[in-house]
């Protein structure tokens, strides 16, 4: 059974910073791609960022290229999502992703290609 917590969810001003971590429970995260999602109220879950399972390639959504920032600590077993210079219209619940047979440096941005998700962390971007 694969467990993924996720924490640093708050509430920032526009223009704010927050750093979502995700950790997983008795897992090497190396053998695994990982990948950060949000949904907002009323839409379906998007796309945000992905990492990859050895080498840490990463890949973004458009919308956030050069704003966010994803990283993996293989040693803690746990993934980052840096957020920077957030807008009101990313307010949402923010879900971290894990992909169990991943290739080698490969990224995914599909929900699909994803086998675990965490609870989410509510992030609010106030105007």
């Known amino acids: 059974q694969v467990q993924l917590v996720e924490s640093g969810g708050g509430l920032v001003q526009a223009g704010g910073s927050l750093r979502l971590s995700c950790a997983t429970s008795g897992r090497t995260m190396s053998n695994y791609a990982m990948g950060w999602f949000r949904q907002a109220p009323g839409k379906e879950r998007e796309f945000v960022a992905a990492?990859?399972?050895?080498?840490?390639?990463?890949y973004y959504a458009d919308s956030v290229k050069g704003r966010f920032t994803v990283s993996k600590d293989n040693a803690k077993n746990t993934v980052y999502l840096q957020m920077n210079s957030l807008k009101p219209e990313e307010t949402a619940v923010y879900y971290c992703?894990?992909?169990?047979?991943?290739?080698?440096?490969?990224?995914?941005?599909?929900?699909?290609?994803?086998?675990?998700w965490g609870q989410g962390t509510q992030v609010t971007v106030s105007s």
């Open positions: 992703e894990l992909k169990f047979t991943a290739t080698y440096g490969r990224t995914y941005y599909l929900l699909s290609d994803y086998d675990y």
């Open positions: 990492v990859s399972r050895i080498n840490s390639y990463t």
